[in-house]
């Protein structure tokens, strides 16, 4: 029997669950379609950088046949972190070795490049909700007002997830916890100060309730990021869209911090206001059949390394599953949910404690996070 399966959402999740199902394709008969609001591929910025751990982005890498390629782009250098104090005394310097493959980093643009191959992504459909229990299968209802019906809808599809409704009641929480990211451009030529400062990976510096973290892409490009704690309407009257005023605001969020360290404010290009929400840590949902959820859509969770990895290896352990299983697709799904929802809640619990030594009144916490993370 053919399975019609509808994944909404082209991000690493979707991508990877759809890329490794396509790859055991001699074992099943499954027609996979990837269902994408927005227009084209580049039709915004992807984000920033990724650290793929051993043990989960990268082993989901490997399930799809991709390992070999990714290690042509990724940076294990880009694992190297420095951590500094407020005055810009320098408290932790972490390099890795030159044979460290644990966890080497990869620009998320550069990934989304490498996951869709020979995937069926239908760029300009976005979803505005599905309904399970039709008895053809799952509708699926497309914003031009269309639908159409699949057997499975997988929900990969973020934060606000068009799918999760029909899973589950429950929607994302603000943490207490809002991100101002901005970038530099050219760091190496323009900002040859701030490259020493930041190095070959990233560099954070935290406060009391408050932190800057610089990541450095590729070509040149550094992602900054504001962190704080702050009412979800901190900004009422502040112009999100002048440059200067969100300018202004953080650096006296961040004064009396060394001049090195407020650079990264002082020289970036534009801001991007993210205020950081989540799920609850224990977000499970009764089985529909039909319908299943992957990474941020499942597990919403605060970024700190691992929503993402997560999310590939879900993506690839469901295909695995549905491979392994192909004619009885509801029994494969149910045993990926009850493969995943105990493995999130744990990364939930791990996350959410994270944010809050790293985000918190006590900036030796967030010190001793590092220690007990990074090698010794």
């Not at 990714?70 to 890795?96: C, H, K, N, Y």
């Not at 699949?150 to 009641?169: C, Q």
């Not at 224990?282 to 941020?296: A, F, I, Q, R």
């Not at 996350?351 to 220690?371: M, Y």
């Amino acid at each position: 029997m053919r399975h019609r399966i509808a994944v909404v959402g082209s991000g690493p999740a979707g991508l990877t669950f759809a890329r490794v199902l396509h790859r055991h394709r001699h074992r099943h008969r499954h027609l996979v379609t990837v269902l994408e609001r927005d227009p084209a591929r580049d039709a915004r910025p992807p984000g920033g950088t990724l650290d793929l751990h051993e043990g989960l982005g990268r082993l989901a890498l490997d399930k799809a046949g991709l390992l070999t390629e990714f290690q042509v782009l990724s940076r294990p250098e880009g694992q190297a972190m420095r951590i500094l104090d407020t005055d810009g005394t320098v408290l932790r310097d972490w390099r890795p070795r030159p044979d460290d493959r644990a966890n080497p980093e990869i620009d998320r643009g550069q990934l989304r490049d490498l996951l869709p191959g020979p995937l069926d992504v239908r760029w300009g459909r976005g979803v505005t909700h599905v309904v399970p229990g039709a008895r053809d299968g799952v509708v699926v209802h497309f914003e031009d007002g269309r639908q159409e019906t699949f057997d499975l809808v997988v929900g990969a599809d973020g934060a606000w997830s068009r799918v999760r409704p029909a899973l589950s009641s429950v929607t994302p929480h603000y943490t207490g916890v809002t991100m101002v990211e901005t970038s530099l451009d050219d760091v190496d030529t323009r900002h040859s100060g701030l490259a020493r400062l930041i190095g070959d990976g990233s560099v954070a510096v935290y406060g009391v309730n408050r932190g800057l973290v610089a990541q450095r892409n590729s070509g040149g490009h550094v992602k900054v990021y504001a962190q704080f704690r702050a009412p979800l309407d901190w900004h009422t009257n502040l112009d999100l869209a002048d440059v200067e005023a969100v300018r202004a605001s953080l650096l006296t969020l961040f004064d009396g911090w060394a001049a090195p360290v407020l650079d990264l404010l002082h020289h970036g290009t534009a801001f991007v206001h993210r205020p950081l929400y989540a799920l609850p840590v224990s977000h499970t949902w009764p089985h529909v059949p039909g319908v299943t959820l992957l990474g941020d859509a499942a597990h919403l969770m605060p970024p700190l390394g691992a929503g993402a990895n997560l999310a590939m290896l879900e993506g690839a352990e469901l295909a695995e599953s549905i491979a392994a299983d192909p004619e009885d697709l509801d029994e494969a799904v149910r045993a990926f949910e009850e493969r995943m929802w105990p493995r999130a809640g744990r990364w939930a619990k791990l996350t959410t404690a994270g944010l809050n030594r790293l985000v918190g009144p006590n900036p030796t916490e967030a010190l001793a996070l590092f220690d007990q993370v990074q090698p010794s």
